[in-house]
């Protein structure tokens, strides 16, 4: 096969092997350099004298043409072949090739690095939250393309594109730490394309064996060093012996007591509504209708002994991707878990990327919100307007927020969370 030239990546990495894979399916090839060592080689004068970044995968042509992004040096190779169509036959093809591409990276790959970087404990100190989030993003890309690939062999036309060489190298590096059995029992369709592609004869030496995790990765913390033991000291002289009451005593005044900070809304007279039934009825319940949750809440619902709330995020203008506001509802919820007895609260996401606002209802303890909420560290990034239910308004947004049917300047409810 006809070189192109050297590509500089690390041996397993899934992205040298996606371009050595696009190379070897339009029959050409790329070459090692002579030596690599990653983050040596890629860190000398002589190699940022040619990729400024110091970025891997990067190309160098025999004609001397230079290049760094594995988008960019798999589309330039793909083109060297403009008859394989692998960049597909019109610029809706194409378009579409670049869309799930640029998914598999984003949405698949990126999370799924951090979560591999995470457990081995190479970019930041291993933290439960993160890597459930970054695992559910993994999950729900996984998910759309399960949905894509029930009715169709390719991603985009009815041969292998880009596309589909981008994503089975994603999935390939996967597998062997993430993608564990239960998982990919939950996803056949993506692990048939995977295995599809690996398994070209064109590729198959490219990609090498798909390893097949039992059981993900888990985080194991680090050992604890040993303690030498002290040498024992000498025996102290035996002091007078005291009674055991004297002893207790003098305890006592040496380790004051702390006394337990008792909440306020604990001294609140009973209330008509319990708000563990009303968690129940609202998870085992249709929300509304007639034995809805919502009729058992207005029968039992006591305006004296809990207010209804609305919630705004004051930044939505920062808000990206909705998942990510999702994410942050569920990161509040998380800081409100002192406050569990006596809150309720439906939140979600209106919208759409770049363009939503998170808002919903709390049903809260008491008159006041902030002795409720002000447990959470991020409680003053919220505006709370107290609902009167008895106003059509106001109670329209309520029943919406808990039903998750909200929609508020025809933005629509497209994800939510419950504080239960």
């Not at 988008?71 to 072949?81: E, T």
């Not at 999370?111 to 970019?123: A, F, T």
């Not at 062999?153 to 996967?174: C, K, P, W």
Request: hydrophobic content about 35%.
């Amino acid at each position: 096969m006809t070189s192109v030239g050297t590509l500089w990546t690390q041996p397993r990495q899934d992205y040298g092997k996606r371009i050595r894979a696009i190379a070897a399916y339009v029959g050409l090839s790329v070459d090692p350099p002579a030596t690599y060592v990653h983050m040596e080689t890629n860190k000398s004068p002589e190699y940022l004298a040619k990729f400024p970044h110091g970025k891997i995968p990067a190309l160098e042509t025999k004609d001397g043409f230079k290049l760094f992004e594995t988008p960019a040096i798999a589309r330039y190779i793909a083109a060297l072949a403009p008859n394989s169509t692998l960049m597909g036959e019109n610029i809706k093809e194409a378009a579409l090739i670049d869309q799930w591409a640029s998914f598999s990276d984003s949405e698949l790959n990126a999370p799924g690095r951090i979560v591999s970087q995470l457990l081995r404990g190479s970019i930041a100190p291993y933290t439960k939250p993160l890597h459930t989030i970054f695992l559910e993003r993994v999950q729900r890309a996984l998910h759309t393309l399960e949905q894509h690939l029930a009715t169709r062999t390719f991603l985009v036309t009815e041969r292998i594109t880009l596309a589909d060489i981008a994503l089975a190298s994603v999935v390939q590096y996967q597998t062997p730490f993430l993608l564990d059995a239960p998982l990919r029992a939950k996803y056949p369709n993506v692990i048939r394309h995977c295995e599809t592609i690996v398994n070209q004869p064109s590729m198959k030496d490219a990609f090498g064996p798909l390893e097949l995790c039992e059981k993900a990765l888990q985080y194991v913390p680090p050992a604890k060093e040993k303690k030498e033991p002290k040498p024992a000291a000498a025996p102290a002289p035996k002091a007078e012996k005291k009674h055991k009451k004297e002893e207790e005593e003098e305890e006592d005044d040496l380790v004051p007591k702390e006394e337990k900070v008792k909440n306020p809304l604990d001294d609140l007279p009973k209330s008509k509504l319990n708000l563990e039934d009303w968690k129940r009825a609202y998870s085992n319940k249709d929300t509304c209708g007639a034995g809805g949750a919502l009729e058992w809440f207005y029968e039992n619902y006591d305006p004296e002994g809990f207010s209804v709330w609305r919630v705004d995020f004051k930044y939505n203008n920062e808000l990206t991707q909705t998942f990510m506001s999702s994410n942050q509802i569920g990161g509040f919820f998380n800081r409100l878990e002192a406050s569990r007895k006596y809150l309720f609260g439906s939140m979600g996401v209106l919208g759409e990327t770049n363009n939503s606002i998170i808002t919903g209802a709390l049903i809260a303890r008491g008159q006041d919100i902030k002795p409720v909420v002000d447990v959470a560290p991020d409680w003053e990034s919220y505006m709370y307007k107290k609902l009167d239910l008895s106003n059509p308004e106001d109670k329209a947004f309520f029943e919406g927020a808990l039903a998750w049917d909200l929609v508020i300047d025809g933005k629509k409810w497209v994800d939510g969370k419950n504080f239960k």
